[in-house]
């Protein structure tokens, strides 16, 4: 028997995401967009700890748990009974996650908790699985939870379930704008997108990733990385939550080399050069911009890693 097996729970902390450039694509027939998408785990992460147990459940506490369901809706406990039922696993586990990744704001918070499950019943239970192997049933909890099975840069197409990584060296500095009142429902992102696309008239062509982010990623050229950043969705999501309009002046203002709204917002991420300019412009944007949480992270960071055993009692 494993040590995993003998342990009487896992814990596993799993980072959220960013887009560096997010490309959308024509709305499928399953109601998902093709997209082609460049992901990038930051430092900013959720604690997921799984222990044996006679009933499924799940608990939330952290900083950002207000709103995420316990109950049978929540995506970390779909992703373990997911895992149980595919593996032949009899018994439930009880979850328990520490939130600190913006709910509703376009990081991927409740597909990194699910990738975070994953993680870690495959290790409770002893599975010996890699990523890759968990990949499939990744996809079929939500489109981001493949990457953050993975972390680092990738290129995501498809619906962003399909993955290639992208070679970088040293680390990026961000500086986050979190909304401190409600979040974006992704769908309602999505469909102002087609929305507007449609009153503007706009050809919607099969997405690109652009060379130029993969190559300003390649030699970290910060600068050069600030000036490729995109969001197709960025447009929506000012739209249907205007003051990000002003959040991403203000950034650029106060001397951002770029900035993009992340995945279907609203969260803002801004890149900065240095660990001194990050502070500079926390500060400033705290002072000057809209009200908001201000974070300052890395990227890329690892995906869901495990990181602690806990031993019977
Ligand atoms: O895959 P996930 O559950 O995260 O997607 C949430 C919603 O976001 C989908 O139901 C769909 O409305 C929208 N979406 C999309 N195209 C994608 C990914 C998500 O339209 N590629």
Not at 245 to 268: I, K, N, Q, R, W
Request: glycine share 14%; hydrophobic share 40%.
């Amino acid at each position: 028997m494993s040590q995993a097996v003998e342990s009487r729970g896992v814990s596993v902390r799993v980072p959220g995401k960013i887009n560096l450039e997010l490309v959308v694509g024509p709305l499928r027939d399953d109601g998902y967009h093709e997209l082609a998408t460049v992901f990038h785990a930051v430092g900013i992460y959720d604690h997921i700890t799984v222990t044996p147990a006679d009933r499924w459940s799940v608990q939330v506490t952290g900083p950002t748990a207000a709103g995420v369901p316990t109950g049978p809706g929540n995506l970390a406990l779909k992703a373990a009974k997911a895992l149980a039922r595919r593996y032949g696993i009899e018994g439930a586990v009880a979850l328990s996650i520490e939130k600190n990744i913006p709910v509703s704001g376009g990081m991927a918070g409740g597909s990194a908790d699910a990738a975070g499950a994953l993680v870690a019943c495959e290790s409770l239970w002893g599975l010996q699985l890699s990523r890759d192997e968990l990949e499939p049933l990744a996809a079929t909890l939500g489109s981001d939870v493949p990457f953050l099975l993975h972390g680092g840069t990738a290129v995501g197409s498809g619906r962003g379930e399909r993955l290639a990584p992208v070679l970088s060296r040293g680390e990026l500095q961000w500086v986050l704008w979190v909304s401190n009142d409600s979040g974006l429902s992704t769908p309602a992102v999505y469909a102002e997108c087609d929305r507007l696309r449609e009153a503007a008239g706009e050809q919607v062509v099969e997405p690109t990733p652009s060379g130029d982010l993969i190559g300003a990623l390649r030699t970290m050229d910060t600068e050069a990385v600030g000036a490729t950043l995109r969001n197709d969705l960025q447009g929506a999501a000012c739209s249907l939550y205007p003051v990000l309009d002003e959040v991403l002046e203000a950034g650029l203002t106060l001397g951002a080399h770029g900035a993009v709204v992340s995945g279907s917002g609203p969260t803002v991420a801004f890149l900065v050069s240095t660990q001194a300019a990050a502070i500079d412009l926390s500060v400033g944007l705290a002072a000057r911009g809209p009200a908001g949480d201000i974070r300052r992270t890395t990227g890329p960071v690892a995906g869901a890693q495990v990181v602690q055993h806990v031993g019977p009692t």
